[in-house]
């Protein structure tokens, strides 16, 4: 079991950045973790993932003004958005899988790690995101 709060959210303009923040009740560094986005009424999206090597994967509608991290000594996971925009509006949750993020190999030895929501157990209960034009 592991407990996650987020924090860091709050209302912006339209091209602002904000730093979220994700805090665990342990060591996540064999964690894979990440940010997820939800507006009440939609489906949950994701947003981003790193793994317990560092390795990063990005919703195409983040990618370039996202970045996800983490700070293995400090049991924290960060999402610094920029270039924020209106439909970035959103509660944006922080989660945590079991174990590693899975791996999807594509027949050459590469491999891209699962953006997939469906993949992680527990779950902050999310941070407020506003950005207005």
């Known amino acids: 079991q592991v407990q996650l709060v987020e924090s860091g959210g709050g209302s912006v303009q339209s091209g602002g950045s904000l730093r979220l923040s994700c805090k665990a009740s342990?060591?996540?560094?064999?964690?894979?973790m990440g940010w997820f986005r939800q507006v009440s009424g939609k489906e949950r999206e994701d947003v981003a993932v790193?793994?317990?090597?560092?390795?990063?994967r990005y919703a195409d509608s983040v990618k370039g003004r996202f970045t996800i991290s983490r700070d293995t000594d400090k049991n924290t996971v960060f999402l610094q958005m920029n270039s924020l925009k209106v439909e970035d509006t959103a509660m944006y949750y922080c989660a945590a899988g079991s174990m590693a993020c899975p791996r999807r190999y594509d027949g050459t030895g590469n491999y891209d790690i699962s953006l997939s929501h469906a993949n992680f157990d527990y779950w902050g209960q999310g941070t407020q995101v506003t950005v207005s034009s």
């Open positions: 342990r060591s996540t560094s064999s964690n894979c």
């Open positions: 790193i793994d317990t090597d560092g390795r990063e």
